[in-house]
């Protein structure tokens, strides 16, 4: 089984920063793309941002110039540098990858536990 190990939310005013990180832990044969996601209350998941393992980013129009989205393929790792957040940034950041445990089989697509992002003054 993969798990993914979600850290770096919490508090922040208008206009700070925060950094979110994400590792994939388990038998792991190989990662495909890794992102996150976000869900406000009373809201429905939305992309924030994606990466292939050949780094290739995509970030949600309301992440342009304020979010980016990196990893490290030895760690199995994928952060999200949020700048500028605003209070509509507030949500439950989700990690997502693709992954597979063993040569010969298919990706599986894996979601983290959720970490909290409040911004509020």
């Known amino acids: 089984q993969v798990q993914l190990v979600e850290s770096g939310g919490g508090l922040v005013q208008p206009g700070g920063s925060l950094r979110l990180s994400c590792a994939a832990r388990g038998s792991i044969f190989q990662m495909s793309d890794m992102g996150w996601y976000r869900q406000a209350p009373g809201g429905e998941r939305e992309l924030v941002a994606t990466i292939t393992k050949g780094g290739i980013t995509n970030v949600a129009d309301s992440g342009k110039g304020r979010f980016i989205i990196s990893r490290d393929n030895a760690k199995n790792t994928v952060y999200l540098q949020m700048t500028s957040l605003k209070p509509e940034d507030a949500a439950v950041y989700y990690c997502?990858?693709?992954?597979?445990?063993?040569?010969?089989?298919?990706?599986?697509?894996?979601w983290g536990q959720g970490t909290q992002v409040t911004v509020s003054s």
């Open positions: 997502n990858a693709n992954a597979r445990q063993h040569i010969g089989t298919g990706f599986v697509n894996y």
